[in-house]
């Protein structure tokens, strides 16, 4: 038998840890002979392989890419460091793994940006591919590098190193830029001419011929196209349509196991609550519903073709789908007895979640989840979250008669108008959730101590958010606040039964830079990579001091970014974008979040945020 | 109704560990549409027990798996043609045999397997011409030997061991798919070991003992290790390794004809 050509020797791949990462041939990989088409698409999710393979969105393009006759698209994830190495020293070209070829000889690579600590991940892939870092470097023989995902949202910080962002939903417009490109490709015609027709394609952004002026103190002063014929504005793109849209019915099935080892079905996109901190919230807008009969039909055939056991719903606010107890007692009563497990997403915490949960879920392992978000009524109110105090302890008190005795909660610290009395409110809280759990369970029915885990991270603010406009907090100022929570964690009379965690400071700092930056930083986030920085979005491998030295380097002060107010007229770096809702709106939410009220979710109430004019039929502005 | 899978695996298969491959077969029956019988319990799994775990890097041409299947009136034919549609190419089954339900598992059965030992492709500028010129002359001397000392290591010790017994086969042979103008070497070794729980000699440990005694140095990624077959044994005594020269005599069939 003919072996599969490998881009790795044996001695490499025996000396590397998991080698499986680097061969391919999964179930449903798709095979076509790279002769045979006229374009070759490298998507790339810019992390080890179990946490790419684990991304929904590629295994859609990559589905939607290869139904076509005209296309190869195949795949790569980061090299782990160990691998990284080898190649640099060995100067081997980063390959594709469905065809082991080298991406530098493809058309185009594509990389989906889903978190801002990967930008240095994004440099070691473009930069082992062996193709020049910076798009203005690239010529006839490099391919086209692409972004995607919530970060191009705010592609400013790593604009020198795409040619082109793609702004908005995959399923969109990514077929008129292949055909353009195949008119393009033997026309004789420049890359930069390319671009250009890149650029007339709604939604497709070529940092290349925009230029950004700066105010003496920093702030931008103005960003236009820098020639004739470019918009001026991107709109992004949504689909209008989901029910009708793109849905895999073959993913990938990985031999190792990955992070998201089981069937996904996506029931709807958009999210109805405005919750002011939540990016995804207004990225996605509007809340668009698959139909029940469709997410069956598309459930069965990806179990059939994937023989995964188990199948997990996905979407902003599961709950907020309107079948989804039919979908879920359909999904238990079709698959649990087959050995499909029906793994639940986060739900809110009722009967009907609870019944479910002890249909599919040991109880005694499994735990109820919370997001609060905040410790007081008042802050839950200030960030638009919905979920009050007797939502929490009614839904607590029910579970813990249902036998549940483990309670994770999730908070955040750090967020706009907080002060030390909605800090303390967390620990508070967990203490009566715990004493819920004593009033409610008598002596003789407990197993032990009731285990609430309440765990909060830093809070970034992001574009297109309402809070959009608030200063961070500095790690300082969150590592007291960590400090002042964790000794008021010890002060509760139920403190034995009460865990306290907190996410690393030092990393959330960072991400506040970067996720309001401009293009000031390229050059940081490019001299952070050449000191050797990767993979900072793990804990191990996060070079803090490389950072730092960074931004010194080059005059860059990280507070520009974080500490500091900006004012309503600020123009941002990302106010070129049209993501539907507008500016107006989201400066009346955070107008409104000071004054800490709540705006009704788009169900109850249309408020005007913007995205009406996109008229997704069967979305929740048109009664959906 | 229980039923003993005997599977190949190559090429880049090779790099897919154990664990992997019982997941991947697990996955390929669901495919299949054949129902594997589920164990009890709040999580069930599927009924299935591999004979002995491949390490990475190694191939196969006969491992074997024993499964419980819910429907007891399919057919050897009609499993393999289903479930070998369900396989990646590079993971091929080679048989399927009915189990009685009184059959002992195949990990707990198997006593002895067979490898092939190939220098790889791009290692042969390495070894010389007397290597291979040498090499069924040089087994035989190998095994020829008083005794055959190796280092045994485990988790918790090292310790000196005479394997001599354990080697049922060891000899050089000639490389059938070797022609003058490829880059597979001229012949290779084969061996036959003891294996399974009672104890188990690894083939990287005999070629180890192999080089020393030619006195060339010894590096495992010079070499391909191919299993062949696994064999039970029908004099089988509970806890105890038969040889070919113990008082019980060891009666080797191979793990798809055995029930």
Partial sequence: MQNRKLALSDDILLSVEKPARYIGNEINMVKKNPKDVDIRYCMCFPDVYEIGMSHLGIQILYEMFNQRDDIYCERVYSPWPDLDKIMREQNIPLFALESQDPIKDFDFLGITLQYEMCYTNVLQVI????????????????????GGGPCSYNPEPIADFFDIFYIGEGETVFYDLMDKYKEWKNSGKSREEFLFM?????????????????????????????????????????????????????PLVPYIKVTQD????????????????????????????????????????????????????????????????????????????????????????????????????DIRKSSLTFAPEAGTQRMRNVINKGLTEDDILNGAIEAFKGGWDRVKLYFMLGLPYETYDDVEGIAILADKVARAFYDTVPKEKRHGKVSIVASSSIFVPKPFTP????????????????????????????????????????TSELEGVLARGDRKLNDVI?????????????????????????????????????DRERPEDELFPWDFIDVGVSKKYLLKEYQTARNEVVTPNCREKCMGCGMAKFKCEDSVCFGA | MKYRIKFSKHGSMKFIGHLDVMRYFQKAF???????????????????????????????????????????????????????AEMNGEINLVHVSELSDDAKNSMSIVCACDYEVFVKPDKLSKFSKEYFSNLSENAEKFLEQETIVVTKKTKKSEKEMDIKEYIYEFRGVENKAHSSDDSTPPNLLFMRLTSGSVLNIKPELVMESFCKFLSIPYDFLDYQINRTEMYADKNAVKGQVNTLTSEIKCDLVPLEDFN
């Fill in chain 1, 198 to 250: 890149a650029s007339q394609i709604e939604g497709l952004y070529v940092p290349l011929f925009y230029d950004a002026e700066y105010n003496e103190d920093g702030t931008l002063k103005s960003f236009k196209p820098n020639r004739e014929g470019v918009p001026e504005t991107i709109v992004k793109q949504v689909v209008t349509n989901l029910t009708d849209t793109f849905y895999p019915r073959k």
């Fill in chain 1, 526 to 562: 490019l001299e952070v990579y050449k000191n050797g920085a990767i993979f900072d979005a793990w804990t191990d491998f996060f070079e803090y001091d490389k950072w730092m030295a960074a931004f010194e380097k080059y005059n860059i002060d990280m507070n520009f970014y974080i």
């Fill in chain 1, 127 to 146: 930069d082992l591919a062996q193709i020049p870092l910076k798009a203005c470097d690239r010529g006839m023989d490099d391919p086209f590098v692409m």
């Fill in chain 1, 467 to 506: 809070f959009q406009w608030a200063r961070m907090n500095s790690k300082e100022e969150a590592r007291e606040k960590r400090d002042f929570l964790r000794g008021k964690f010890a002060e509760q009379l139920n403190k034995k039964s009460l865990k306290y965690n907190c996410h690393d400071a030092f």
């Fill in chain 2, 30 to 84: 669901r495919r299949s549409k054949i129902e594997v019988k589920l164990s009890e319990g709040f999580s069930p799994h599927q009924i299935m027990s591999f004979a002995s775990p491949l390490g990475i890097g190694l191939t196969t041409d006969g491992d074997y798996l024993d499964v419980t299947l819910v429907d007891d009136t399919l057919t050897t034919d009609y499993i393999f043609e289903k479930l070998q």
């Fill in chain 1, 262 to 361: 089981r069937v996904v079905l996506e029931i709807q996109r958009g999210c109805i609550r405005g919750c002011r901190f939540c990016q995804a919230g207004y990225l996605y807008r509007p809340t668009r519903p698959r139909k029940l009969e469709t997410l069956k039909e598309i459930a069965e055939s990806m179990i059939d073709s994937t023989g995964h056991e188990e199948i997990t719903l996905s979407s902003l606010s599961s709950s907020d789908y309107k079948d989804l107890g039919d979908l879920v007692y359909w999904l238990i009563d079709k698959y649990n007895k087959a050995g499909v497990n029906v793994a639940l997403p986060s739900l809110r915490i009722d009967a009907f979640s609870l019944d479910v949960m002890s249909k599919v879920q």
